[in-house]
């Protein structure tokens, strides 16, 4: 099994950045999935993260670093639209089609 | 392209009753999964279909969850004798190969009374 670990909520402003947050024990890894989740919504694939380092997209970016079983979401230039939920995944090495999800961290942005 | 799609949005039963929750996920993906997300909680895995192979079910919380899919396309999760800790959002999500980014539907959210 996986423990995957992400502070529950975070506020920032408008136009600020915010980061993030977490963390996984795994018997085996095969990849981190930061997912998008709307309040009701489908939750939409944000990033993939194998390697160590960081991987920009845009606005947002994703960092790994495996041997200290960590990775953080930075989300830049913060909109209004910003505020959902944030969702870590682990895939694990023996299935690597089985994700585990941490309970997500929502993000609320103020103006 | 049309995304993956769930039926019904909102499933209001009784204690005890079955429901029948339906998955159509994106047209030529073969990996199928579905989860389930209970109020401030993450998502759990109940069960994956990959092309004709077996099934993964070692993520049903019990016998009375059970699962289908046709001609590897269209998914049906059945929950036999629904209790009130069933009540959550069952989600499916479908991709083009396993281990690549999944897309997920709308989600099935379901009330038990």
């Known amino acids: 099994g996986q423990n995957i670990d992400q502070p529950t909520e975070m506020t920032a402003t408008e136009g600020a950045i915010v980061q993030i947050n977490c963390t996984y024990q795994?018997?085996?890894?095969?990849?981190l999935f930061w997912y998008q989740q709307h309040a009701g919504e489908a939750p939409t694939f944000l990033s993939y993260?194998?390697?160590?380092g960081l991987e920009e997209k845009g606005r947002f970016s994703s960092f790994l670093s495996r041997s200290k079983g960590y990775s953080y979401l930075l989300l830049k230039e913060l909109q209004m639209k910003d505020s959902a939920s944030y969702l870590c995944?682990?895939?694990?090495?023996?299935?690597?089609?089985?994700?585990?999800f941490g309970a997500g961290t929502t993000v609320t942005v103020r103006a | 392209g049309a995304g993956v799609s769930q039926s019904p949005s909102n499933k209001v039963t009784e204690k005890g009753k079955d429901v029948e929750l339906r998955c159509d996920p994106i047209?030529?993906?073969?990996?199928l999964y579905w989860y389930r997300q209970s109020l401030g909680q993450g998502l759990e895995f109940l069960i994956y279909?990959?092309?004709?192979?077996?099934?993964?079910k070692s993520g049903l919380p019990s016998d009375r969850f059970s699962a289908e899919r046709t001609g590897g396309s269209v998914s049906t999760l059945t929950i036999q004798r629904t209790q009130q800790e069933d009540s959550a959002v069952y989600l499916c999500?479908?991709?083009?190969?396993?281990?690549?980014?999944?897309?997920f539907g709308p989600g099935t959210r379901l009330t038990v009374l």
């Open positions: 993260n194998v390697l160590d």
């Open positions: 279909f990959q092309g004709n192979s077996a099934p993964d």
């Open positions: 995944a682990v895939g694990e090495r023996s299935n690597d089609y089985k994700l585990s």
């Open positions: 795994t018997s085996g890894f095969n990849g």
């Open positions: 047209s030529g993906h073969t990996a």
């Open positions: 999500a479908s991709s083009q190969v396993s281990g690549n980014e999944q897309f």
